[in-house]
């Protein structure tokens, strides 16, 4: 009897272990794919914007240029040499200059303490007070409009010196961790070590975007690595080589496109009876039925579509 109650208690255990590698591996798949689509947001918006150096030079014009067709980014001036410069600010940190064909780039993701822009998470912003000996007991008052920032943007009530005003509205050089324009960068603990993406250009408009779930903060290879980006492995070469061995790892080749797509949300007129120029036109300035009148959200995309995006079988050469 003791025999078998330590059988089917090992056979248990050993199932428990598998369930959670099971699960440890779909999570890091989850993970894996979400990478691409942050290397997707990457590129788009890699294409227009983010180029900026200096002020008659505010925008690019796709990584194929839409003016002349040869490669870009390139701005205003139609200078390659400054095209391919991006604006580097300190609440970005720090990022390539060049972004040529042939060129590779790292980003290690993480979840910053605070958004830009971030709004409370709270359900309820304006309660009723059902304490009855409360002198607002049971009055539905709208004291706070609802969103309300995550911190004082100094435009509430609630913000000492609430007036109006730049100097108060954007705090970044004042107190970064509570700028409610810039947010909080710093990353949450929690949230490092656990996924990365690398871009690698490999023509004028085609991509291979690296999708990466684990620890080794998206480098390729050791001998890669700088002394200092060992330091953050403790310069012990198989502690990076497990973490490897441990990471679910995807490639995709893609290829960006200039074209972009109009608001065709409602565009199809359902109340026009009889085939009409109005039933389904594409891109209207506005729609109309009997009774009634919509227009159109006019939400471009400015930052180009995907041609195609495939998923690699087997590892590329360049990534």
Sequence with gaps: MSALIASLSLTFLVRMRADADESRQIIADVQARIMLVAGCNYIQEASRMGWEVGPGEREAFGWVDVRDGLEGPKTRSLDPNTGRTPAVRPEDGP????????TSARFPMWVWHRTPYAIAAD?????????????DFAMPYLRYPDPQPAVVNYWTPGGAGSAVNDQNFDRGL???TSDYVHGDPRPRMNSTGMAWFRVH????????ITCGAGATQGFRRWTDMSLTDRQQFG????????????EAIMWYEVEWSPAVGGA??????????????????????HENYPGGHQSQTHAR????????????????TDW
């Design 123 to 135: 359900a309820v912003f304006n309660p009723i007070e059902r304490e009855p000996s409360h002198p």
């Design 95 to 102: 990022r390539s200059i060049n972004f040529p064909v042939g």
């Design 264 to 285: 065709t949300y409602q565009c199809i007129d359902n109340e026009q009876r009889p085939d009409h120029y109005q039933w389904r036109p594409f891109n209207p300035v």
């Design 235 to 246: 310069d012990d070469e198989p502690l990076w080589l497990d973490l490897r061995n441990q």
């Design 301 to 316: 995309n400015m930052v180009g579509t995907f041609r195609y995006i495939q998923r690699l079988r087997h590892e590329p």
């Design 201 to 208: 250009r490999s023509g004028p408009a085609r991509f291979i």
């Design 174 to 176: 004042i107190d970064p």
